[in-house]
């Protein structure tokens, strides 16, 4: 039996504090590890919840940063890096709040954005090493919409928006590679 690899996919991480200090600082770090941002979504309010405020302070700005393609077995080694990373910088003491930023990344693939998490519920599956990843968003009917348990700031219009203009680019970047792959060049 022939093992069949799924498609690549593309590698995005949610980021969000209440200082832009803190943002520049990942962006910097993710693009270290990840590579070049691809694409970003412009920051807005992280205003749905205020399950955040006791560690990480009021006034939280999100954004997105769309990286390139990944394997998508790495979805719990990108959770544990990005927790590091949060750690990290919550170590330097430069920032009041204990957890001075936030990061959360996914993946995307045509029919939906996965989300890795560090908390079980019923409709999330266990990955490896304490992560879990649950299907945030589905790609129906032209766009991507959200479930019942999908997070109120996934639900936004900028939201859904971006990840459609996401969609749009990893599609560009699937056919360049199956250009690649009809096209290889020739060794002589």
């Given at each position: ?76 080694r ?56 649950e ?35 990893y ?18």
């Amino acid at each position: 039996m022939s093992e069949r690899r799924p498609a690549p996919v593309l590698l995005i991480v949610a980021a969000f504090s209440r200082h832009s200090g803190a943002l520049a600082w990942a962006q910097t770090e993710l693009e270290q590890l990840y590579g070049p941002v691809a694409l970003a979504s412009l920051p807005f309010d992280f205003n749905q919840t205020r399950y955040y405020e006791p560690t990480m302070g009021p006034d939280l700005r999100k954004l997105f940063l769309a990286f390139g393609l990944v394997s998508s077995g790495l979805l719990a080694r990108f959770k544990i890096q990005t927790g590091e990373l949060e750690q990290r910088l919550a170590l330097t003491a430069e920032y009041e709040e204990s957890r001075p930023l936030n990061l959360d990344p996914g993946l995307l693939g045509l029919g939906k954005f996965l989300l890795a998490t560090t908390k079980d519920q019923a409709h999330r599956v266990y990955l490896a090493d304490g992560i879990y990843a649950e299907v945030t968003l589905r790609y129906q009917a032209g766009a991507f919409e959200p479930w019942p348990w999908t997070y109120a700031d996934y639900r936004q219009p900028c939201v859904l928006s971006f990840f459609n203009q996401a969609r749009t680019y990893y599609r560009g970047l699937l056919r360049e590679l199956e250009h690649v792959s009809e096209h290889p060049t020739q060794v002589r």
